[in-house]
């Protein structure tokens, strides 16, 4: 099965600063890699998603890029805004017999402060 | 997160009692997807169905665990004789095709429910 990591549990920029959140993953590379916010007592809420044959996506202040030899994403939200204060996740979901099944990172915790 | 269904958002329940677990999928969505998050944890698959079919259940406990998404109603996640270790937030997401789907440029992410938080005493 795959394991995701993502790096630094939390993250404190402040606002009109990039935001930077890192995913990792073993094993095989996933033919979609997504990404998600969750809000407290909420669940999460798509946001991205890109494909292996992509190195990069942009969706207004959102940028995702792949890299299937370093086996990373990286999540790039630009002058951040303290309504992006969020735990954000990393997905990749399996192939062949566990498609449809997602295996999620642990996700970071960001805080925008003004 | 409108559009898929949980119900109750809260479920209080006694050890050893049963616990009932609903889910709406969005319409047009016949896949639905059951997730656990334990606290301090990241969300982790347990069930996947199809209308009338489980068609991935390895991520679920052998015992006590069951899922069912009937041709007709809510998807139902049902946890017989809970444990203390069966506290946790329970969320159910749908899609219309199975998984991401792969056709084309036109891919479907799973769309997720505010989940249900469940408690035992």
Redesign the interface.
């Known amino acids: 099965s795959q394991k ?1 990591e993502q790096n630094s549990e939390a993250l404190n920029i402040q606002e009109g600063k990039t935001a930077t959140l890192t995913c990792n993953y073993t094993n095989y590379s996933p ?2 890699l ?1 990404w ?1 916010r969750q809000d407290p ?6 946001l991205l ?1 890109i ?1 292996e044959n992509e190195k990069e996506k942009r969706k207004e202040r959102l940028k995702v890029t792949f890299d299937t030899t370093l086996k990373q994403s990286l999540f790039h939200i630009t002058a951040s805004q303290p309504a992006d204060s969020a735990t954000y ?1 990393c ?1 990749l ?2 192939r062949g ?11 970071t915790q960001l805080t925008v402060w003004p | ?1 409108a559009g ?1 269904m ?1 119900n109750p958002r809260h479920l209080v329940r006694r050890r050893g009692q049963e616990a009932r677990l609903r889910c709406s999928p969005m319409k047009g969505h016949s ?1 639905v ?1 059951w ?1 656990r998050q334990l606290p301090e ?5 347990m069930v ?1 169905l199809q209308k009338e079919n489980i ?2 259940e ?2 679920m406990p052998k015992e006590r665990f069951s899922a069912e998404f009937p041709k007709e109603g809510p998807s139902i996640l049902r946890i017989q004789q809970v444990v203390r270790g069966d506290s946790a937030a329970y ?1 159910c ?1 749908s ?1 219309p095709l ?3 789907g ?1 056709r084309g440029k036109y ?1 479907q ?7 249900t938080r469940l408690s035992i005493l």
């Open positions: 995701i033919a979609y997504q998600y007592g909420r669940g999460p809420v798509f998603l494909r996740l997905a979901e399996g017999s566990t498609l449809g099944r997602l295996y999620f990172g642990r996700g | 997160n898929v949980q896949h997807y997730y944890e990241g969300l982790k698959f996947y068609i991935d390895s991520g969320f997401a899609s199975p998984g991401t792969g891919n992410p799973q769309h997720f429910g505010d989940g």
